[in-house]
């Protein structure tokens, strides 16, 4: 669907209830209104084009649709639930379908929404390419868990790269730093592809995965910026479903390092496959509403939040960020799997957890943040670490399980994070929460890497650096306000309001 006309009859008997509604404006997908001799037209909804003529006969009621989309990229997803929901008119104050977002959106919002999701894929196949393949290039180049370990954290210690382009962010916009990030990622990602030492990779890696970092924590902003008040968490759930697809083509491409010693080189190959999302950015991105309205008013920085925000992320990343990076070192090395049994467990292990963003969103949409969190963490947490203990099925069950309820959160943790900041620094802020989150996850990833070297088993670690996620959730839970169903404006009442669209 790229803004090709489709067309869409429908036929009701003179004296049915869908016939007396059909000579009515529609508010569901769309809002109509009346453009004369029986003919509707889009007042607001993301249609690109839009007009629905009836006629009224004394035996039938004849509907014609003529409608085009530009969806970039993920037209095709939506064609048929589009068209269905033409076809079957929901009532108005009704809830949206289950795959469209609480609110109405714009056809701006919508091609925002789709390519901030490639946005999202792209950067992270670069955040997750050195996680997924630093296992065999470790084998390749002869270096144990330890060095591993601190090849890790130096990687994540790069994010004091990406602080900066949040920070211009906040200064030239986020559809310039978005798009410049977007072509860097895949770029400097390559370059691993070449690397003659682990250490080279290493460094190649460290420029490379904050670019991706930057550009994921701006696509957020973003989307938090151009989404009606009661589908943030929507979005912010739609980008990390993208988010897992990019992450999949990484975990996917693990298969090539089963080809030779030096097979993982063709995974970094694989990251320029993404420069096409940056020229689609260049030409299709439009800079955000709010940051339009207001950068240019000076805003004093809330530390208060800044600091309970930043805190949940490092209590959380305690835990998150080992027990992703040494998941396949544990699969590896404990439970023998190969780099095709690695991709398999992930892929089928994670596939539901998609399932679970989407679930979330709308949750924390509907019914609020604070709940979602507090009910799935702890629980999530516990499946997480009993996936380093158990064998067979039940490793496959627990892993599938915690990362279901970690999905399931995660929306409500994320959009706090742009949500509780003001335009003027909300890229910074954005920034500076993402630092502490990888530091904190290069420290976990460091502690874990030497208690292994000291004899100690994954279970008994990581059930430790769980207690980071038991933290983050009671401070979540305690101290974040409630935010469902406000305006930016309202939750930071020094942005000025904008209108809707």
């Avoid at 682990?198 to 995965?209: D, E, H, I, K």
């Amino acid at each position: 669907m790229h803004g090709r006309d489709h067309t869409l009859r429908i036929t009701w008997p003179a004296a049915s209830p869908q016939a007396s509604e059909a000579l009515t404006p529609r508010d569901d997908v769309l809002t109509e209104e009346a453009a004369g001799d029986g003919a509707f037209e889009q007042a607001h909804g993301p249609f690109h084009r839009y007009r629905r003529v009836v006629e009224v006969d004394d035996v039938e009621v004849r509907e014609t649709i003529t409608y085009a989309v530009r969806i970039p990229w993920f037209g095709w997803l939506f064609a048929r639930p589009l068209r269905h929901a033409l076809r079957h008119r929901r009532a108005p104050g009704s809830p949206s379908p289950g795959w469209a977002p609480p609110d109405q959106l714009s056809e701006r919002q919508a091609r925002t929404l789709a390519l901030l999701a490639m946005a999202s894929m792209s950067a992270t196949f670069a955040n997750t390419l050195f996680t997924q393949t630093a296992n065999f290039a470790a084998d390749t180049f002869g270096i144990d868990d330890h060095g591993q370990g601190i090849g890790g954290a130096i990687v994540r210690l790069g994010v004091l790269i990406a602080l900066p382009f949040a920070v211009l962010a906040d200064r030239l916009g986020r559809r310039r730093t978005i798009v410049l990030t977007a072509w860097l990622a895949p770029l400097l990602c390559a370059i691993g592809a070449l690397a003659p030492s682990f250490w080279v990779l290493v460094g190649s890696q460290t420029l490379a995965r904050p670019m991706g970092i930057a550009l994921s924590l701006l696509a957020g902003v973003a989307a938090a910026e151009d989404m009606p008040r009661s589908s943030r968490a929507y979005a912010v759930s739609v980008l990390a479903l993208s988010a897992g697809l990019g992450a999949g083509v990484a975990v996917g491409a693990l298969k090539l390092a089963d080809l030779g010693d030096d097979g993982w080189r063709l995974i970094y190959l694989l990251s320029l496959m993404w420069l096409p999302v940056a020229i689609s950015l260049m030409r299709q991105l439009l800079e955000t509403r709010r940051f339009e309205t207001v950068h240019r008013i000076a805003q004093p920085m809330n530390r208060r939040r800044l600091a309970l925000v930043a805190a949940v992320a490092l209590s959380s990343n305690l835990f998150v960020a080992p027990a992703s990076f040494f998941q396949n070192r544990y699969l590896d090395d404990i439970r023998g799997y190969s780099g095709g049994g690695i991709a398999l467990f992930a892929l089928l292990t994670g596939t539901p957890a998609s399932l679970g963003l989407i679930f979330g969103g709308r949750l924390a949409d509907a019914f609020g943040r604070r709940m979602l969190i507090i009910v799935c963490t702890p629980v999530s947490a516990t499946l997480l670490v009993l996936g380093f203990v158990a064998e067979g099925p039940w490793m496959w069950a627990a892993v599938m399980g915690g990362g279901l309820l970690a999905a399931i959160a995660y929306p409500a943790y994320q959009v706090y994070r742009s949500e509780l900041f003001p335009t003027g620094n909300r890229g910074r802020a954005n920034g500076l929460v993402s630092t502490t989150a990888l530091l904190s996850g290069s420290v976990g990833i460091l502690v874990v890497g030497w208690a292994r070297d000291q004899g100690y088993s994954f279970g008994h670690i990581m059930a430790i650096m769980a207690v980071g996620q038991l933290v983050a959730a009671y401070l979540a839970f305690r101290h974040y306000p409630e935010t469902a169903h406000l305006e930016l404006e309202q939750l930071n009442p020094e942005d000025p309001r904008i209108s809707e669209g």
